[in-house]
């Protein structure tokens, strides 16, 4: 590997993190943010648990309309609350729409956020910001939507159903994948990304074989912590622009999208991209990528087809377009509407994915 020039930046957060945690350290953690009326953000589901970590907590106000995707008019409430209240913390406890809700008020009014994380999405490593309006997900990048404290407690993610969890492992394993191609990709990142992937392989094996295995657990929100200091750093490559497309237009369920796309996206840029699929490989321990990846989807009985998941056959034209449209321009492998198209066909009906010789070789 020859390391030649580039730019890296570093995000200022200050991460803490082990089982009981988040019981622990709130209290320290609010005061050193000078913490004095916090609004708890949560969903109805996660609220008895964020009430419990907050208890001795000095809140003034709850907000538990959470919903995917953050539409625009839950962003307006969650920020009409804090202004109502007052409020100079935020504190989410929950996955990456809570987390995704605390952005969209700290976007406007600057408050800082303390993330409290349940699932594997990884939005409070980043400063990215998304919201939803009219079938179209708008994302931006602000420093004063970064998470100033994130605590991680991997006995918070033991109530998350494995399903959940393995989609949501997945969502970050391909944060790690596609930052090592991503439009700022660089060497600090792909070795992130790359321990990223190491780390969460097993964990993800380990919460199928027992839930309530606290290092497995544990393993998943390292990796997941990981994996979006590299999305953050290096931005969105082609899996990430197919993902945006997808949710933000047909509404499908984030983290088992991601789960689905994946692995034909590293099919589709492996062998364009060889360094980086070596890496994979190497983080799997397989002797080749593609196969590695697919190897921990049948460990893991992940999602698979995109049909199950709610997209219509003949939405696939529209997304194919879409996709053209938003893919970055230095994918390794170039992204025209053909492939796209055959790629997205492949993932919404579940059959494997090809490489880019052999989709080639299909086609002739
Ligand atoms: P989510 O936050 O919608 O949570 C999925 C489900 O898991 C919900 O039903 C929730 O109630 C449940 N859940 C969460 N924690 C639980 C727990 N401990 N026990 C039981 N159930 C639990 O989904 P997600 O996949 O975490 O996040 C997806 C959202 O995050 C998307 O909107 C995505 O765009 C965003 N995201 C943003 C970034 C970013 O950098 N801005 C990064 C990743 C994801």
């Given amino acids: 590997m020859s390391i030649r020039s580039f730019e890296h930046q570093t995000l200022a957060q200050r991460v803490v993190f082990g089982p009981g945690a988040a019981k622990q350290s709130l209290p320290a953690e609010v005061q050193r943010l000078g913490g004095h009326r916090v609004l708890l953000i949560a969903t109805n589901a996660e609220a008895a648990l964020a009430d419990r970590l907050a208890a001795e907590l000095p809140v003034v106000g709850r907000f538990h309309d959470v919903r ?32 995704g809700t605390a ?12 993330a409290v994380p349940t699932t594997y999405a990884g939005s409070e490593a980043t400063p990215v910001w998304g919201m939803t309006e009219s079938r179209r997900k708008s994302t931006g990048t602000d420093p004063v939507v970064l998470p100033r404290v ?10 998350l159903p494995v399903g959940l969890g393995v989609a949501s492992g997945l969502n970050a394993m391909a944060h790690c994948v596609d930052s090592l191609w991503a439009p700022r990709a660089n060497p600090i990142l792909s070795a992130m990304a790359t321990e990223g992937i190491r780390a969460l392989a097993p964990a993800l094996r380990g919460i199928v ?3 309530s295995d ?21 931005g969105s490559g082609l899996h990430h622009k197919i993902c945006h497309v997808l949710g933000g237009a047909y509404d499908l369920p984030h983290a088992d999208t991601h789960a689905v796309v994946l692995p034909h996206v590293l099919a589709y840029n492996a062998d364009d991209a060889p360094e980086a699929a070596a890496r994979v490989a190497t983080a799997l321990g397989a002797d080749e990528a593609v196969a590695g990846l697919i190897s921990l989807y049948d ?16 939405q696939l034209e529209e997304a194919t377009a879409l996709v053209v449209e938003a893919a970055p321009g230095d994918n390794p492998r170039s992204v025209t509407a053909a492939n796209v198209s055959r790629l997205l066909h492949r993932a919404w009906a579940g059959e494997p994915p090809l490489r880019a010789e052999e989709d080639e070789r299909s086609q002739s």
């Avoid at 952005?103 to 303390?114: H, R």
């Avoid at 994130?150 to 109530?159: A, G, M, Q, R, T």
């Avoid at 698979?304 to 709610?310: E, F, I, K, V, Y």
Wanted: with cysteine; hydrophobic share 45%.
């Fill in 103 to 114: 952005k969209a008020v700290a976007l406007t009014a600057g408050l800082p956020i303390l």
């Fill in 299 to 314: 460990d893991l009985g992940a999602p698979r087809a995109l049909r199950d998941l709610g997209l219509r056959e003949d």
């Fill in 209 to 211: 074989a027992d839930g």
């Fill in 150 to 159: 994130i605590v991680y407690d991997p006995e918070l993610s033991v109530s």
């Fill in 214 to 234: 606290l290092d497995a657990r544990g393993g998943c929100l390292y990796g997941a912590y990981l994996s979006a200091s590299t999305f953050a750093g290096a």
């Fill in 68 to 99: 995917p995707h953050v539409p625009s008019e839950v962003a307006e409430a969650a920020r009409a609350l804090a202004e109502e209240l007052d409020a100079d913390l935020l504190l989410c406890v929950g996955g990456g729409s809570t987390t």
